[in-house]
Each structure stands twice: as C-alpha cells, then as structure tokens.
C-alpha cells in the first residue's frame, strides 16, 4: 500500500509482527542479562565470580581499562612524568556510540590515571581525588569524559554487570497463608511456600522500596559474617586472598541509614530469621548512565549542596507497610554525590567553587563518607576534578591547601608538544569544513607546527651535562619541535652529537617539569586554534582553506596581544615570538610544496638520492675491506665504484684525502650500524640516517639544472593566461594534475601553491 511519498504503509499485520519480535528480543535480553534476582539467585552469581562481583569502584574502573585493551607506547622518552611503561587506552579513542571524542596523545596522563586507580584498588579505598590540571583546553574534561563514557560501556558488559537492590513489600494474597502485611508483625502467622518476593508480578506488590545510594547487595550480609560466607562459595584457601583485595567498603561498610533502619526492623519484626528479611530483597542490575545520573555525575561550578536527605512521601502504598515499619522515620537522600555512588563523580572546575562549598571533600576523600543532616552516606565513589593553572596557583596560597594537598592528587595536562599529535585535534574540524569547501593539503600541519611553537621554552645550558649543554642551548624552536614530534635531530650535527641529543630527549621534556611555568602551560590552545581555523575558511579571498589562509588570520590573531598572556611573553633568543613564528611556518611550508612541486613537475625522482647514498655506502665498504663486487651482468668481480665515491665526496664536501677523509669513510659506515642496531629488523632509511647529505645532493642538483628550472618555472607562471605557450600550458597541466592525483589538491588549491611558490622564491 503505497502512503503518497514512494514507501508503502505497514499494515497491522506486520506492525503486530514487529512488535512480537521486539517483545521476543526483549524479554531474551531481560533474562540473559540477569535484570532481577533473589537474593539467593545473586550470592549464586557472587559464588560464579566472586573477583568480578566484589570489586570496588577503583578495581572495577582498572579493570575496565584493561577490558578494552591498552597499547605501549613505542618510545617512553617522548612522554616524561609517569616513570616505567606509558600505554595507550582505547577506552580514550573515539567509540561509534558518540559517548566521548577522541583523546589525542595525553598517553603520559592515561597512564598517570590508571596507576592511580590501581594504587587505590590495592590501598581498598579511595582516599584521594584526582585532579587534572592545567591550561584552558587541554583535554580534562575529555578525558574524564572518556573514563565515565568506558565505564557506561563496561556495566552493560557481562564481565561488567553492577547490581544493587530494592525492599519489596507483597498484598496480602500474595503471601499463602493470609499473612496480611496491613497487620504483619512477624512470627504470628502462619509460614509462606514463597522463598522470595522478587519476582512477584506488579499487581501483587504493595510497595517498593528502592536504594538511591545503589548499596551493594553483598552489605546484607551482617559485617561479622561475610568472610566466613564467603569462604564456603571459593573455600578457606582463597578466602583470604579475595578478602585483601575487596575494598573496605565491602569488608567493614554497612548498609546505608535508611536500608540500615528497614533491616533492622524486619529482623525484629521476624525475632532475627534472617532468611525471612532476605525474601523482601529484589536485587536489580544497573547501568551506569552519564545522561541518567546513574553512578557516573558532571557537578558544575556554581555553588549548590552535593547531597541533601528528605522525609521519605508516605503514599497510600507505604502507609501501608508493617507497622514495624510505619514508626520509622525514613528519610530518602539526593543530590549529586548520592547519584554519584558505585561510579564516578566529576567536579568540573573544582576551585571554581568558594573552597569552603567542598571543605566536606577532606572527610569524604578519608573516611569513604559524607554527612548529610542527621545521616552519614558511605560512598564508594571515584572523585575527579579537573582546574585551571591560574585558579590551582591561587588555591596553593590558601592557609589550608597542605590539608587538601594530602587528599587530592595533583595530575599535569599540558599542551600537547609534538605537531603529529597536535594535527589530529583538527581532523573533526577540517572534514566538517571539508563538506562545504575543499581544504588543502598541510592545513592540519600548518595550525598545529604554530600552535607547538607557541608552547616551547628556551632549554637552559645550565641544566645539561657538558657534552651537551652547547647543543641543546643553541637549538631553535623549529629545531626542538622537530625533535619532540619525530625525533628528528638537527641537520648541522655531527654523528655523536646527534647520538647525544637524542639520548637527552627525556631530560628536554622533564626540564621544566618540577616548576609551575612548566613547558606546555603557555601557548596557543587547541580552543583558540579552532577559532582560527573557522575564521580562515569563511574568509572569501580564498576558495580553499589553506595554509595561506590559516597564516593571514595567524598574522591578525597575533596583534591581539592584550587577550593572550602568551602573547605578552617576552622573547627570548627566538622562543615565544608568535609573530615571528608565522614567518618560520611559511619557511617551511615553502620547503614542502617546493619539493612537491617539482615531484610533480617530473623534474627527477627524489628516490635517486636515496639510491646514491646506499650505492656510495655499498662501494665505500668494499673499498675499506679492500674486497671486490659481482657485476650483476657480466658475472666478473671488480673492484668498488671509485668515481661513484668520489663524486659523491665531492658533492656533499668532505675531506679530500689522508686520515680525515678514512674517518668520514669510517663514520659513515658506523652510522648505518648505528641506526640498524636502533631500529632492528627495519630497512635502513638512508635520508634519516644523513638527512644533511641528503639535502646536499638535493641542492646540488637543483644548482645543475637552474636553466631547466627557470624555464619551466617561467612557464608556469604563465598558465592561465590567454598567451601562455603551449610548452607551458601542457607543463602546468601535467603538474597540477598529479598534484591532485598525488597529494589531494584540486584546481584552485593547487594553483594558489604554484603561484605562492613562484613568488617568494623563484621571481626576480
């Protein structure tokens, strides 16, 4: 039947098909996941896995970071502060479901986090908060975000699964036997076939009374009694070992007040047949839900109480219960610390908050508690925070911040400081510009490269060991972000000295690290370069968002200097010079679409030198052996290509004869060794290995074919116009289609590159 738009209308048949099949894989899915249980059914469960079923909320948030897998980190010397292996956890990555945005880099903090937690899981308590710190933007929040939205996941995972429990109260025909509840005070009548009140049908409840503090279904069991129940499901031998691991909110915790008061009452009421008070138990999976509050709660900075208790409404079903029961004062308890409980609770920009409004934090972070009016709540809750540098700083001068400092755990979040890492901030963005106008190739590189350079300090010779201290003070910024990002080291360095800078990578990264200005708190954020990238590609003198139009609003952004404290930093010895900064950036975005460029212009084939470097190292060997080589064709040993050597030495400068030039000879062979011994298995990259030679042969090339390049150069500046020739035309077409077909530009941006390039270096 078709409804006037081209689909067709479904009949009642089919939509009564659909839900029957709903209803199928609901009720399947109830069962399986266990929703509702006895109280004998759950100790079952707790008898199946007892590690997964008493865990803490420390171990259960370490446990689920280990579910979803972790990887190492290949080079620890990239990442300073946490000390052994740094891992990545995928729980940090960008998940389908949409729950959290992708963490970029901070493997150093991930890890810093989950050792924290596993200290807590050992200790059996959560005795300190964690609080991130640092600059505006650099990724708190988001990875407390991560942590929440992987715990969410996790309790809907079978290794996951979180239960608490509510008191259920029956009519009286319910109960077999005429035990009326209106009248119900224990003992008197007659017994029950019943076993248990959890799975009575709605209709034969008479109340329900839930737990908002979602106590853990195992503080039923009176404190004095559990170790010794716990050993007859795992046996005396492991009971030990399982009870050092359970968190003291399970080995010495009690019910909370209210649950306390109802237990207690029914034991009376029951003349303490335990099993009698244990039919009312309903115990109920639940799933943490950031959305839903439910165990996983965001408390924002404006000031409001974080737990507050209630009379508990007495509707006509609870005025109904047993009189044991009706003489109570039950009080419900809320707010955001009591939603929190059994997960995770975020303070956003905790000191955002006059510091008296969470002086409670001391005691709850100490005893695993909070007073709420004429009740304490004991919580297992994860407490993390996240601040500011500047708040933190004016927190520290407080007459009471060395009490808190005993209950808080200070963890660093700077900037990031390797470019590769700081592209991946953008993607999200550029592809969503990317949907309305093309973004060319580099833009990524270009915000980030800037970004990084803001960021870095000036290393101080006085903090280096003498072989090195005239090294690292003489580097630039590009120099020592090349550094951090790739470990790249500069061109103008001899071998061993090389060897030596790369050594010294970590001792860079921890320099300032004990000091508040550390390296990564000062610089452009991730926020502002955003704002910077949206600027540019709304701004209609480009077709395409490009580094060209990234660096024009770069060139305004940096006059804003009364905005930004980084701005206003002094300059020294070419560090913090934002304006300065676009400048090197446009350097060395010539560098690339240079050699882009005449890639495309099928000028040579960058390859070459590549090859020549591993012929020359080939043949130099065998000539300081003193050993012959195979000619592939004829079969003949002959001796090593000397004019190969020699042109090569000729061009990259080295010495002419005698001991110095057996010494280059030598070290050139070392190299290699070196960098195979660094990088087994691999084949040996020999641009890597001497990036300075390597240029070298580039530039001497280029100086050989100046007359070529000039000509073809020529030609392209003149396409596009009405009398180019044809020789140029075809050129100029040729290049800007592998540039696209290549490396992604289309027409407009690969234009702008070619005549960018024209311009600022090859016009006269």
Not at 557 to 577: A, I, M, P, S
């Amino acid at each position: 039947m078709d409804n006037g738009d081209g689909g067709k209308q479904m009949d009642s048949k089919s939509a009564k098909a659909v839900v029957g099949q709903l209803d199928q894989w609901s009720k399947k899915d109830f069962e399986s996941n266990r929703r509702v249980l006895s109280f004998e059914e759950y100790l079952s469960l707790v008898a199946e896995s007892p590690t997964l079923h008493l865990r803490g909320s420390s171990r259960y948030a370490v446990e689920m970071m280990d579910f979803y897998g972790k990887t190492a980190v290949k080079d620890p010397s990239l990442y300073a502060g946490s000390g052994g292996q740094i891992y990545r956890f995928k729980i940090f990555d960008a998940w389908s479901d949409g729950l959290n945005r992708k963490v970029v880099g901070q493997e150093s903090v991930q890890t810093q986090i989950y050792n924290s937690l596993k200290s807590f899981a050992r200790q059996g308590v959560n005795n300190k908060m964690l609080l991130l710190h640092g600059p505006n933007g650099s990724a708190k929040s988001s990875l407390i975000q991560s942590l929440m939205a992987g715990l969410e996941r996790y309790s809907h995972e079978n290794t996951g699964a979180l239960y608490s429990f509510s008191w259920v109260f029956p009519v009286e025909k319910a109960v077999k036997g005429g035990i009326g509840l209106g009248g119900y005070s224990g003992g008197s009548t007659k017994e029950s076939t019943l076993t248990t009140y959890a799975k009575l049908p709605d209709e034969e409840v008479l109340a329900r009374i839930p737990c908002e503090l979602r106590d853990h279904p195992f503080l039923l069991i009176p404190a004095s009694q559990r170790k010794s129940a716990l050993a007859k499901f795992i046996g005396d031998a492991k009971v030990e070992e399982l009870w050092a691991q359970m968190p003291h909110y399970l080995t010495r915790g009690d019910l909370s007040h209210r649950n306390k008061l109802i237990f207690d009452a029914l034991m009376t009421a029951n003349n303490g047949d335990l099993k009698k008070v244990l039919m009312h138990i309903q115990v109920e999976r639940f799933y943490l839900s950031r959305r839903y509050r439910e165990g996983l709660v965001t408390i924002e900075p404006q000031m409001h109480v974080d737990a507050q208790y209630q009379m508990l409404t007495m509707n006509r079903s609870l005025g109904s219960l047993p009189p044991s029961l009706q003489s109570l004062n039950l009080f419900s308890l809320s707010g955001d610390l009591i939603d929190g409980n059994r997960g995770l609770v975020e303070y956003s920009d905790l000191l955002k908050r006059p510091i008296d409004s969470f002086k409670y934090l001391l005691i709850a972070c100490e005893t695993g508690s909070v007073n709420v009016g004429n009740s304490i709540a004991h919580l297992d809750t994860l407490l993390m925070g996240s601040t500011n540098e500047l708040q933190l700083d004016a927190f520290k001068e407080f007459p009471d911040f060395m009490s808190f400092k005993a209950r808080i755990e200070l963890i660093k979040v700077p900037y990031l400081l390797s470019v590769t890492e700081e592209k991946e901030i953008y993607q999200p963005d550029l592809e969503q510009v990317n949907q309305e106008k093309h973004v060319a190739p580099h833009t990524d590189w270009a915000l980030a490269l800037w970004a990084v350079l803001t960021r870095l300090k000036k290393p101080n010779s006085i903090n280096y060991p003498p072989n090195i201290s005239s090294i690292v003070s003489s580097m630039t910024p590009l120099q020592k972000s090349s550094l951090y990002s790739d470990g790249e080291v500069p061109e103008n360095l001899n071998a061993e000295d090389r060897k030596v800078l790369r050594a010294a990578i970590r001792k860079l990264k921890e320099e300032y690290g004990a000091i508040p200005y550390y390296e990564g708190r000062m610089g452009a954020s991730p926020r502002e370069m955003k704002s910077i990238l949206h600027a540019a590609a709304q701004n209609s003198e480009f077709s395409c968002l490009t580094p060209l139009a990234v660096m024009r609003e770069l060139e305004e952004f940096v006059k804003r200097v009364t905005e930004y404290e980084f701005l206003k930093q002094d300059v020294k010895d070419g560090y913090h010079d934002a304006a300065e900064f676009i400048s090197v950036v446009r350097n060395e975005y010539l560098n690339v679409i240079d050699r882009e460029v005449r890639d495309c212009m099928g000028l040579y084939d960058r390859n070459q030198w590549e090859d020549f470097i591993k012929k020359y190292v080939q043949h130099v060997a065998l000539a300081i052996k003193k050993e012959k080589i195979k000619n592939p064709i004829t079969g003949k040993m002959e001796d090593p290509d000397y004019a190969l050597i020699d042109e090569f030495e000729k061009i990259v400068q080295a010495p002419k004869e005698g001991a110095e030039r057996d010494s280059f000879r030598q070290n050139m062979i070392t190299q290699v060794g070196a960098w195979s011994l660094d990088h087994p298995g691999q084949t040996v990259i020999y641009a890597r290995v001497f990036p300075e030679y390597w240029h070298r042969l580039e530039s001497h090339y280029y100086e050989s074919q100046k007359e070529t390049l000039t000509k073809m150069h020529n030609a392209l500046l003149l396409y596009g116009k009405e009398d180019a020739m044809d020789e140029g035309k075809t050129l100029a077409l040729k290049t800007i289609e592998n540039m696209k077909k290549r490396l992604g530009y289309n027409d407009e941006s690969a234009k702008e590159v070619i005549m960018f390039l024209m311009k600022s270096r090859y016009r006269e």
